[in-house]
């Protein structure tokens, strides 16, 4: 149990329509960062908050958000949603930038289906 | 831009042989390099690092990878190989900051043990 909390486990859902995906990081991890992996692009980094600020961003679509909230938690949200955003979207938390500590602590993912 | 190459996609090793996976980068600055494994229905766990210094080390379950730089690669080794090792292997590379990180994977390899 790597101590970070996602949820939900799986969720099924139309194209058009919106998700919000849930991050809880270990405990005092100040970092949370959004992958997404698909069988066609791997592990995708969306973006990373630190202590509620965006600090980094990777190939995160306009279509989704994230944000970072006072009690650390993350939300990912997911609209307009197509076929090809069917995947694995995975949170990890770390202390501060994964470079300082080279861990990222995984939660075990959300499997979104959209059909 | 940085970049990870992981070139074998599939690998199978029988219980108790010994095993590499390979790992090219492309960085431009002195990289940092990690090891990740995820078992089937899992997040992702780290199994080792390289930040500076011995270019041999040592990560968990066995495991050791070895820098070198003038082949720019970061090859995961293990002398005796376990059942209970398969999963997907994936090697990242990412910059060393204070708060920002982002890391990227290589699309990983599929570890297959047969007994």
């Known amino acids: 149990d790597s101590g970070v909390t996602q949820t939900p486990k799986h969720l099924i859902t139309a194209t058009g329509q919106r998700v919000t995906l849930r991050c809880s990081p270990r405990?005092?991890?100040?970092?949370v960062y959004w992958y997404q992996q698909s069988l066609d692009q791997g592990l995708q980094f969306l973006i990373q908050?630190?202590?509620?600020?965006?600090?980094a961003k990777g190939n995160i679509l306009e279509r989704f958000s994230a944000q970072q909230f006072p009690d650390l938690h993350s939300e990912l949200n997911l609209s307009s949603l197509e076929l090809g955003d069917s995947a694995l979207y995975f949170c990890?938390?770390?202390?501060?930038?994964?470079?300082?500590?080279?861990?990222?602590?995984f939660g075990e993912g959300s499997r979104l289906t959209v059909l | 831009a940085q970049s990870v190459t992981q070139p074998d996609i599939h690998i199978t090793v029988s219980e108790g042989a010994s095993l590499e996976l390979r790992c090219n980068y492309s960085?431009?600055?002195?990289?940092?390099l990690f090891w990740y494994v995820q078992s089937p229905g899992q997040g992702l766990q780290l199994l080792l690092k390289?930040?500076?210094?011995?270019?041999l080390v040592q990560g968990i379950k066995g495991f050791e990878a070895e820098f070198k730089r003038s082949q720019s690669s970061f090859n995961l080794r293990k002398p005796s190989v376990h059942w209970s090792d398969a999963a997907e292997y994936f090697c990242?590379?990412?910059?060393?900051?204070?708060?920002?990180?982002?890391?990227?994977f290589g699309t990983g390899t599929r570890l297959q043990v047969t007994l």
């Open positions: 990890a938390s770390s202390l501060v930038g994964a470079g300082l500590t080279g861990e990222l602590f």
């Open positions: 405990s005092g991890d100040l970092s």
């Open positions: 908050y630190y202590n509620g600020e965006e600090r």
């Open positions: 960085y431009g600055a002195t990289p940092y």
């Open positions: 390289y930040f500076s210094g011995d270019t």
């Open positions: 990242a590379v990412g910059p060393l900051t204070g708060t920002a990180s982002k890391l990227t």
